[in-house]
């Protein structure tokens, strides 16, 4: 299998274009990301790859400037050097701490989740997966059936399953996610898990699940609110995740013709949570 390794320079830095410009790239095909100081590399299959979209996304930025370069990613594994130093143990209150295998020295928390990510991302270092995780960690999870939305490694599933969840449906767009999370899962000895290769056309809409979290960027959110609120019973939660502040007024209205209404607000480092019920699904 043949990557495309590309080189992106975002001027000026930092970290929240950064963010998009990744949501961005993921949806485009890419499959794995690392930091630079100026930017980021990605990585896409060379038959998935997409000059024309490239372009369209790098010239969406307003005030910063995205440019590029691409070559062909060298035969050898190009996510060797992540795999192998993994990521600093992240610590969420004394609820959760993420880490990887290599990293077993970690502060005390109640629930230890260990990972070995395919990607730098889905971790828990951003501000949404920690505002999900907190949140996780407040609401009573015992008999519950979860749905994971682009489940990345895996690790809000794995909380759940950790709270007393007894089903969680992960699924995601992205088979190296698929097979993270399924390694993940079996990492940490947690059991209930259907995990799906696809987006939300794949999640059931048999109205059975109690909630529903989808950490994903906010056009992918209104796109697949309504398979979202087809999976939930009546009185079911949706938290989201994955977008700013100023695009909560968009999300409720959608969400309000669809019976939600909202819990829970949450704002971390400009980007938001929210925790909805669905109250009438007749609306």
Not at 9 to 16: F, G, L
Request: net charge negative.
């Amino acid at each position: 299998m043949k990557y495309f390794e590309a080189k992106f320079t975002i001027k000026p830095y930092d970290e929240v274009a950064a963010d998009v410009l990744t949501a961005l790239l993921g949806e485009s095909g890419f499959e794995a990301f690392l930091p630079t100081e100026d930017g980021l590399l990605g990585y896409v299959q060379q038959q998935d790859y997409n000059e024309e979209e490239t372009q369209r996304i790098a010239s969406t930025f307003g005030q910063h400037i995205v440019n590029y370069t691409i070559r062909e990613a060298p035969e050898e594994d190009w996510n060797q050097t992540w795999e192998q130093e993994g990521f600093e143990p992240i610590a969420v209150d004394d609820l959760v701490c993420v880490h990887d295998t290599n990293h077993t020295e970690v502060p005390p928390c109640r629930y230890d989740i260990v990972i070995n990510p395919r990607m730098a991302f889905g971790t828990g270092t951003h501000p949404t997966t920690r505002q999900i995780l907190r949140q996780l960690c407040n609401m009573d999870l015992s008999g519950r059936r979860i749905v994971d939305a682009g489940c990345g490694t895996g690790v809000l599933g794995i909380l759940s399953a950790m709270r007393g969840a007894n089903h969680v449906f992960s699924y995601d767009i992205d088979s190296w996610s698929v097979e993270n999370t399924l390694t993940n899962v079996a990492l940490n000895r947690v059991e209930g898990f259907d995990v799906r290769e696809g987006d939300a056309s794949v999640l059931p809409q048999d109205a059975s699940y109690d909630l529903v979290i989808a950490n994903i960027n906010r056009n992918i959110l209104l796109q697949d609110m309504n398979r979202f609120v087809g999976a939930l019973k009546t009185g079911g939660q949706l938290l989201l995740s994955g977008f700013y502040e100023e695009d909560i007024p968009m999300l409720e209205e959608k969400g309000h013709g669809m019976g939600l209404r909202i819990e829970k607000k949450g704002i971390a480092e400009g980007w938001a949570m929210l925790l909805l019920r669905l109250v009438d699904i007749g609306l």
